[in-house]
């Protein structure tokens, strides 16, 4: 048995990550810690709850002298670092926690595996050659791209919102340690994920609960600013691929080729719905263009040709697929809680 510390597991991507890796490898004990802020829930992990190979920590990744007492407790040997704070709007608001728990809480968890796996810069303890440290980031470190051309992991970082700042920033540190130390680090630089069990406050279950509930839905802007949207499950492939197989000190930047407007993200969703739950208008006609955020980054597109020929990764799920098994997972989910 291997013990690997999964941090932010009671999130939407950590929850679904947990899932997958307790189902593929036998040979893992995986402990999450969370700190169970309001973007995490207990409910995403209730299938799991009582596995043998499953365990919860509820704690803070700043916490230096619980990340400590982790690593020596289950004797970990590696990390993916999920936990962190997601929303761009919030980070408008309130950008402190944002540095604290991304930046400082990466920095806590990297320096703790440095010194639980490392006797000094590239001089491993005996057995723990191939600890890994893997850091989940986002493509929204490169800034922003004008109508054309996609970000490669050679983009230059032009980070634009307190949140894209913060992950960039962690992403520095966590680059810093493989060279620094030539700790073994990976980075995977992921595009918009959508899937089961992701916040209420993002998008896609934005538009689902508000067109059920016969809401206005909120379109930022002219809904005009494009993300290239992938499945949840797709990442996690890709994170298991490059845990276990990435160039150490590498950095993969993960993505699906399917860019789409946030309105085309909202008429695709009410076109489901009306299938799936019609009412006497299509729900289309809920959609309101809102104040736009400050600073909204206009076109993210992902050049994920790397991993590709690197480590044959490429997505599975087609969006037509994904997306309606998407809307049929939060119809069921809304209706049980409203
Ligand atoms: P999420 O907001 O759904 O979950 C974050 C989890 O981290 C929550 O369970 C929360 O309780 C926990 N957490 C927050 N602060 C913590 C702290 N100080 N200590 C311990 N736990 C803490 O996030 P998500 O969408 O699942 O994203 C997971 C990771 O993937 C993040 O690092 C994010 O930057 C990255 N990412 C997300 C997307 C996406 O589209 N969702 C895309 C690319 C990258």
């Not at 890709?238 to 993969?252: E, M, N, R």
Request: include cysteine.
């Amino acid at each position: 048995m291997k013990a690997l510390l999964i941090t932010g597991g009671l999130g939407f991507i950590g929850s679904n990550l947990l899932i997958y890796l307790l189902t593929k490898y036998p040979n893992y004990v995986l402990i999450n810690l969370d700190k169970l802020t309001y973007a995490g829930s207990l409910n995403n992990v209730k299938d799991i709850v009582q596995h043998p190979r499953y365990k919860f920590i509820q704690g803070d990744i700043c916490n230096r002298e619980l990340v400590q007492y982790i690593f020596v407790e289950y004797d970990i040997r590696g990390v993916i670092n999920l936990a962190a704070e997601t929303h761009v709007d919030n980070s408008i608001k309130q950008p402190d926690v944002f540095l604290q728990t991304n930046v400082l809480g990466t920095f806590t968890l990297l320096d703790t595996a440095y010194k639980y796996w490392m006797v000094s810069p590239s001089n491993y303890k005996s057995s723990y050659e191939n600890c890994m440290f893997h850091h989940i980031s986002t493509d929204e470190v490169y800034g922003s791209l004008g109508e054309t051309g996609a970000f490669s992991e050679t983009t230059p970082y032009a980070p634009n919102s307190p949140y894209s700042a913060s992950k960039a920033s962690s992403d520095m540190v966590v680059r810093s340690y493989y060279h620094t130390y030539a700790m073994n680090t990976v980075i995977t630089n992921c595009s918009n994920n959508y899937g089961p069990k992701q916040h209420d406050e993002k998008l896609i279950p934005t538009i689902i609960r508000n067109a059920l509930l016969g809401s206005t839905i909120p379109i930022y802007g002219d809904g005009s600013n494009i993300r290239d949207w992938l499945h949840v499950n797709d990442h996690c492939e890709a994170i298991d691929l490059v845990f276990h197989c990435g160039k150490k000190g590498s950095t993969y930047n993960v993505g699906s080729d399917n860019e789409q407007t946030n309105l085309e993200i909202a008429q695709v969703i009410c076109a489901i719905l009306d299938e799936m739950s019609p009412k006497n208008i299509s729900y289309s006609k809920l959609i309101e263009y809102v104040e736009d955020r400050a600073g909204h980054d206009k076109r993210y597109a992902v050049d994920a040709s790397k991993i590709d020929n690197e480590l044959g990764w490429s997505p599975n799920k087609e969006f037509e697929i994904g997306i309606r098994e998407t809307v049929d997972w939060y119809l069921k989910y809304y209706k049980n809680k409203y």
